[in-house]
């Protein structure tokens, strides 16, 4: 078989306060990915993850990417698909809004974000993906 050419895709979450977090607070995350390469990744998909209600939840992507939301048993899931190749050293920020849940109903806020291709070999999987974790206070 001929080996997968090499590329070190790269996901971060910016944003959010450290700790704790204020419930029904609208929390905005800036979420960048990106390709150090050195090879070109084809069709690279990112995927969120948040325990909060898809309906509570809003995410905006550069252009170019394609993505679909679906709810699920702990909150939402939205994959975004780009139909074209991403560059080395490319970069694509999205931008995730959610309102925090009661807390009430639940202790803890968390999203994820994960970045993958299966046209390549990443190096270095563990920072493919990010976390972003804080309780919920009153």
Do not use: E, H
Not at 23 to 43: E, L, M, Y
Not at 72 to 84: E, H, K, Q, R, V
Not at 92 to 106: G, K
Not at 116 to 136: G, K, Q
Request: hydrophobic fraction near 45%.
């Amino acid at each position: 078989a001929v080996p997968l050419p090499s590329a070190d895709l790269q996901a971060r979450i910016i944003g959010g306060p450290a700790g704790t977090i204020r419930s029904g607070a609208t929390a905005v995350f800036s979420i960048p990915v990106r390709n150090a390469g050195p090879a070109v990744a084809a069709q690279p998909v990112v995927t969120f993850t948040g325990n909060v209600a898809l309906a509570n939840a809003t995410l905006l992507a550069p252009p170019g990417w394609i993505c679909v939301p679906n709810s699920t048993p702990l909150g939402f899931a939205i994959t975004c698909s780009l139909g074209s190749s991403m560059a080395m050293s490319a970069k694509a920020t999205f931008t995730l809004s959610a309102i925090v849940p009661s807390y009430l109903s639940q202790s803890s806020f968390g999203i994820a974000s994960n970045i993958s291709a299966n046209t390549v070999s990443d190096p270095l999987p563990s920072n493919n993906t990010a976390v972003y974790s804080a309780t919920i206070v009153p």
